[in-house]
């Protein structure tokens, strides 16, 4: 939770009751998707434990992040890396690449000589499509948006991360370089074994890297499961107006024609039921009671009463209808 205002007693819950697992034998894509506000950069800082939850845990190979000390804490910070949304935040202007690369590697103490080091620089390079050749020896403004990304991602690749945090890697680079970034992330996950955790308001780049997609909205779970499945058939009404803003390839329609309409938000702060009951054209009187978890297949599940009929599941088995 964070206050708002110093003197103020009203707080608001970043995220509630949100429950994930990876398994580690098993890498995958997992997309966390939702607007500004919705609670995924929060996830995020909580899994790589630059905060502390206020509430319940956050366990690495079974073990409370903020409990781990000495060896333990070192490995957890080696094989837990991030990739965040600004690819010129992470360099120092004085420095070359060459410096960004070199501070891990001496860090953690993974190379024995210069010469070494050079070989896995030159290898994370090559790894993430970059010609070593073209980078090493080069300063920030004299590289692109999409090779400084690009870099930034083999930054962590040198570390051998078993989990990548990946907070809206492509947001901040040209639509023509996207693609490349994406591809290179889903190579990691395939050739090197490397979990990756990436957190979107694009539900079209969600839709072509991620296996599966958790749906946040301000701090909630609304929609999760088979990323394929979710983004085709949406059964939450906030899933299916983010889907319904995508803009499609028909002149005659017009961006942000919708087949459902979004109501008017409530002035009020919402503190009980549905978050998307103030917005909600489907809310009903039992909505300002939270709803469940409701289980639609075996794939896919939404917090919402219009999916009643279906038998609920508790926040804590949710990954299990996550798809690897």
């Given at each position: 939770m964070y206050t708002r205002g110093l003197l103020s007693k009203t707080s608001t819950t970043a995220l509630n009751d949100v429950s994930l697992k990876l398994d580690e034998s098993e890498p995958t894509i997992l997309t966390v998707a939702g607007e500004s506000g919705s609670g995924k950069t929060t996830l995020a800082m909580l899994m790589l434990g630059f905060i502390a939850p206020s509430s319940g845990q956050i366990l690495y190979k079974g073990q409370d992040i903020s409990r781990l000390r000495g060896a333990d804490r070192m490995t957890f910070r080696r094989e837990v890396?991030?990739?965040?949304?600004?690819?010129?935040?992470v360099f120092n202007p004085f420095y070359?690449?060459?410096?960004?690369?070199?501070?891990?590697?001496?860090?953690?103490?993974?190379?024995?000589?210069?010469?070494?080091?050079?070989?896995?620089?030159?290898?994370?390079?090559t790894a993430v499509g970059l010609r070593p050749e073209d980078i090493l020896g080069r300063f920030p403004h004299q590289l692109s948006g999409g090779q400084r990304q690009r870099i930034n991602v083999a930054r962590a690749l040198l570390l051998r991360p078993r989990l990548l945090i990946a907070d809206e890697p492509v947001s901040m680079v040209d639509a023509s370089l996207r693609a490349n970034i994406l591809e290179t992330l889903r190579s990691l996950q395939k050739?090197?074994?490397?979990?990756?955790?990436?957190?979107?308001?694009?539900l079209t780049t969600a839709y072509h890297i991620?296996?599966?997609?958790?749906?946040?909205?301000?701090?909630?779970?609304m929609e999760a499961g088979d990323v394929d499945t979710v983004i085709k058939r949406p059964q939450h009404p906030y899933t299916q107006l983010l889907i319904d803003s995508i803009p499609w390839p028909d002149l005659s329609r017009r961006w942000g024609e919708t087949d459902i309409?979004?109501?008017?938000?409530?002035?009020?702060?919402?503190?009980?039921?549905?978050?998307?009951?103030?917005?909600?054209?489907?809310?009903?009187?039992k909505c300002t009671v939270a709803p469940p978890l409701f289980q639609l297949g075996t794939h896919q599940a939404a917090s919402c009463y219009l999916q009643d009929q279906h038998p609920t599941i508790p926040s804590e088995h949710l990954w299990k209808l996550l798809p690897v």
């Open positions: 890396q991030a990739v965040f949304q600004d690819p010129f935040a070359t690449v060459d410096h960004l690369l070199t501070v891990p590697i001496q860090r953690f103490k993974l190379a024995k000589s210069k010469r070494e080091a050079r070989d896995k620089m030159e290898e994370a390079l050739n090197y074994g490397v979990s990756i955790v990436y957190i979107t308001h694009d991620a296996k599966s997609i958790v749906v946040l909205y301000r701090g909630a779970v309409k979004a109501r008017e938000a409530e002035h009020q702060e919402i503190t009980t039921g549905c978050k998307f009951y103030p917005r909600c054209p489907f809310a009903m009187e």
